[in-house]
């Protein structure tokens, strides 16, 4: 049967005024994609997101309803992109809130800020530099009657004789059979690429001649809703760039029990395993662009994540990590390679997971608590990591205890109405006046697009000292700034007049209540963890917060909704991506990633799922700051009477 | 284009009366494939080693001219039954000669006979029995929320707790995937299968149940004539059995300078590596069903052979061991997973390589150094391997030089006219009287098809001694047994009528030089080491004599014909194959492999061809002992005047 030829049609976009010809039954996403037109996209075109809002100004398209829009936006002609396929020549206007910067494809800002890790806020020893992988310039000498060695054997004898004590050394059959020409080619001038694998050194590649220079790894924080990656470059250390996106598996399922029961259910863990390589790829991919690195140079990558992510990006069943007695397939995923999974790098780079401590502690947990060099710390100590799961460990250098607890996804933007990470457009400071008036941050001098954790943090710490909501969350109509919308009251945060916006930048009353189940969520869970042990808050030292905020966390606020309990602020140290900062010291450093494998082997898992304690907590926790406000003095002085 | 339907051909085959059915155009030795008659045909149909000699009795056949055959066979009727193809109806005689035993496939005596290797004749410490590669059955608990342990941490524990200080351990993607499937199916029982690879150990596969008593490995000597395998059980390191083949590869060439030729201009690499993969593929199989051994109880191949033959097995391109300055890929062949190679064993299964020391002196002389104890060695000794070609250690355990000489495939039945290995029917020792009269030992009571290493050394000692070939090599044209043939004199081992056989055993004259050239290599060799080393013959305490002979290898009459030098007889010991009782010992204890790396390490290589007293020396041992007679004062005494 042969198809019929589509008919061609064309779709102009303004304000770019950019005109496409696609075939008729494409989506507005893919248009866009063939002009060049950057559409803030973060599921990647599955209706999920609800991010790609365009208005069809004329013609005629063929849109699936969605609860993405409300009412009053159907209205005015809002579709989602990626659900609307072109049926005749169309006009579609791109609103500010919906465009992405032209010819860069999503550029984080708090990936890209978070570049360097602020540390652990106090002094620490140095770990050595000796990144896993590397490249090494050998100049050999040609072989000759004298010295007829064979080709493995001296590349190795000249690997040894420049990185003394590099123990043992293997090549698979792919570097064998390659040395001849490679050597040859190079006049026995070769770059080795060295991968480290437990007690052993891997010689990946050998390249002619010297490529030592264009030597870069990336380290990748798999989280449940945010991937996001470091280029590092293996030499220097550096981090030459970061980009995050969205983990698109969130279409099977927002939170990780939900995607494990997907899996199960359609058999899809392939499926899952490449959606979220895709993800990985991508990033990599535009990374590579930007800055000029071949993806062939990129030799390695080494990723944190929570167990169930871990096992859904390397292809492990993680049915079991969701029932009794909740058993990983691994806590330390053997070293791979990279092609194994999908991954498009070095064809023979390897992938490195770092080592988790149970089925809902991972290895994002085990990087952060390095980071923060737990291994240093003398007192008891908190480490609090908020992600989709908010992680909890609790202890010093001698114990750890540790523990997870479901948060939900609303700091990272995540069922909150204009959320966003913090990239370009993301109001992260809000300050509301006495008198009402607030004023705004925006991440990248532009219009405000929506509004990232520290934002979101700031914004329910103001709201409640202005008296907009109550201690339980409930907006007051009659607030200013309070008004009555489709679905319930809304507080508008910045009203599109005041900034030229397509539309208001507002937060409602699911949102509150989102952003309070999380701050609850993680509460409890250190409430308890600290009585278990015995402990109250006053015993505790620092308190480290780590989570993809944004850079802005205003330690105060974090206090004030309650999220953490009331230690004097200085002890409060905001770290931001603890993952990604233990994942890059682990990538250059060796003595790093062996100090993750000690701390998580020192790690005592505490179930707070099956604690009757944490529900009970949860139900206090879910006030603001809490129901027993005298646990928070410090709170308790600023409040509206 | 349709084919045209071939037309069924009737093959009705003598003595047996076997009746097949095939389509026109087959060979005669696929149609007796079809019969479950077995021919002899050790080049496995390429019409290269001339065995499948059958006479067609009635019918029509197409046939290919051959060298291999006489003008008198032709008239006789004989064709080679791989290179005739049936036309009509046929009915075909397989004479005694190519009769292989019913339902056998091609039983090697020789090697079944040197199951155990005889060892260095003289007292040595003992080498820890620690195989390469093992089965362990594992009894875990079960999972419980106390012990939530990860499946692949689970395994490694038990490992651990039944192998103290067995270092770091590996398991790849296939092994961590099968693990919640296999380990609940067998109810927290299971079997790991461990293979070494250098300092660490991978977990290869794991078996649900206890499996560990079905743990196999084989052995290989990988020799340029001859592939022997032996089967060993891992857990008791018994020879379970032994089986061998002409390497295949003949087809392309008789020495391996032949075929790394022919593997350059014909782009032919893979072609020679799966030809060789087939022969082990073979035995393997073959041994695997005599045993009523499934091959997935196979879990490892250890090959040892010249470093050429290593190449080609592993695949790596042999073109610069034949170029000056002989650089091989690599003397350490990394462990490869056998299926990378496409043997058929386990489909995770390992195939370690031994170490070679240079382009000429490969890991069959590494491997019998090791066999023969050279690292117990005080005084000055001597070990000699006859192959197609013939490889020299001198010294002891302090130093040795080696080096390699083209000795060609007389002694392994190759380019002799009756030649065989020794298996049952080869005629293995000889002895010829005073009177003229032969008196022949036959390996198997069967009747004589052919003489094998043994045989043929006895007969031209013998027949020196009896005055039937002069020194030169020269047959007696009126020595009793001695008449013309077609190509020259030839003198008759075995008369047709004394055995009922179909045709005469001879041995011609073509044949004598043959074997005069190959002994003459070996001498050669040995005696430029030597002098290169000012050494004398009176220098040397022990001789040590590889090769595959047979097992009744008459020590005198090998200095007889002055193949090795005169020394006492009670100091020439010979030890079989060497190769393969290395590869052996390598394969059952971890330190026998390190003893074969330190040897390895200790040799120095001495280049024979590039010297010119090799020249030399070869023509001055190209007489029967040797020109220089008095340096045999022993073979004097007994030759004719």
Redesign the interface.
């Known amino acids: 049967m042969s198809e019929t030829p589509k008919k061609t049609r064309r779709v102009r976009f303004l304000p770019q005024g950019v005109e496409v010809e696609v075939d008729e039954g494409v989506t507005l996403l893919a248009a866009a994609q063939k002009g060049d037109i950057y559409i803030n996209s973060i599921c990647g075109g599955d209706g999920v997101c609800g991010k790609c809002r365009v208005i069809v100004r004329s013609g005629e398209v063929d849109t699936r309803t969605t609860m993405l829009l409300s009412r009053d936006e159907v209205r005015q002609g809002y579709v989602l992109a990626c659900l609307t396929r072109v049926l005749g020549d169309v006009e579609v206007f791109i609103p500010e809130e919906t465009r992405l910067e032209e010819g860069r494809v999503e550029i984080d800002e708090d990936a890209q800020r978070f570049r360097q890790f602020t540390g652990p806020a106090r002094p620490v020893t140095e770990l050595k530099c000796d990144p896993l992988m590397n490249k090494l310039c050998l100049q050999l000498s040609p072989?000759?009657?004298e010295?007829?060695?064979?080709?493995?054997?001296r590349v190795y004898r000249a690997i040894q004789a420049k990185c003394d004590g590099i123990?043992?050394l293997?090549?698979?059959?792919a570097v064998?059979?390659s040395?001849?020409a490679v050597l040859e080619q190079g006049e026995y001038k070769a770059t080795a690429t060295l991968g480290r694998?437990?007690?052993?050194t891997e010689v990946i590649q050998v390249e002619s001649g010297d490529t030592s220079t264009h030597s870069y790894a990336v380290a990748v924080d798999v989280g449940t809703t945010t991937v996001v990656a470091h280029l590092v470059d293996l030499n220097t250390g550096q981090t030459l760039d970061a980009h995050a996106t969205y983990n698109s598996q969130m279409k099977f399922g927002e939170d990780y029990i939900a995607r494990i029961m997907y899996v199960r259910q359609n058999n899809a863990l392939d499926e899952l395993q490449q959606t979220v390589v895709a993800d990985i790829n991508r990033l990599i991919a535009v990374m590579a662009q930007r800055n000029g690195i071949e993806l062939r140079d990129v030799v390695g990558v080494l990723c944190s994540g929570n167990t169930a992510m871990t096992h859904l990006l390397?292809?492990?069943?993680p049915?079991?990590i969701q029932k009794?007695?909740?058993?990983?397939?691994?806590?330390?995923?053997?070293v791979?390679r990279a092609a194994?999974i999908g991954l498009r790098i070095n064809p023979r780079g390897l992938i490195y997971t770092l080592p988790s401590v149970?089925?809902y502690v991972g290895s994002d947990i085990t990087a952060g608590a390095t980071a923060i060099r737990f291994d240093e710390i003398d007192d008891v100590s908190l480490y609090v990591d908020v992600g989709t799961n908010g992680e909890v460990v609790l202890g010093n250098k001698e114990w750890m205890m540790c523990c997870s607890a479901s948060a939900g996804p609303a700091f990272e933007g995540g069922g909150v109405r204009f959320g966003m990470r913090a990239s370009k457009g993301a109001v992260e400071k809000v300050h509301i006046g006495r008198d009402g008036k607030v004023s705004c941050k925006v991440i990248g001098d532009a219009a405000p697009r929506g509004i990232c954790g520290s934002g979101l943090l700031d914004c329910l710490a103001e709201m409640l000292r202005a008296g907009i909501i109550d201690r339980a969350g409930r907006l007051h109509p009659e607030a200013p700034g309070v008004r009555r919308a489709e679905n319930g009251a809304e507080f508008v945060l910045v009203p599109r007049e005041s900034a030229d916006l397509e539309t208001d930048v507002v937060i409602n009353q699911a949102d509150v209540e989102n952003l309070i189940r999380s701050k609850a969520a993680i509460y409890a869970a250190v409430s308890v963890l600290v009585e278990s042990l015995d402990l109250t808050v006053s015993d505790i030292k620092d308190v480290y917060l780590a989570g993809g905020f944004g850079s802005n966390v205003d330690v105060h606020n974090v206090i004030t909704i309650g999220m953490l309990p009331d230690v004097p602020q200085d002890r409060v140290h905001f770290v931001g991506n603890g993952s990604i900062a233990g994942a890059k010291m682990a990538l250059m450093s060796r003595d790093a990633y062996t100090l993750i494998e000690s701390i998580a082997a020192k790690m005592t898992?505490f179930?707070m799922m099956?604690n009757p304690r944490f529900m009970e907590e949860f139900v206090s926790a879910s006030f603001l700051p809490h129901t027993n406000v005298e646990e928070f003095p410090s709170v308790l002085k600023e409040l509206p009477v």
Chains 1, 2 share one sequence.
């Not at 010295?147 to 054997?153: G, V, W």
């Not at 293997?170 to 059959?173: E, L, M, R």
């Not at 390397?314 to 069943?317: A, E, F, K, N, S």
């Open positions: 072989p000759s009657m010295d007829a060695e064979p080709d493995l054997e123990g043992e293997q090549a698979g059959f064998l059979q040395l001849p694998r437990g007690a052993v390397i292809g492990l069943d049915a079991r009794s007695p909740y058993v990983p397939s691994a806590n330390h995923v053997p791979l194994q149970a089925a898992y179930d099956q």
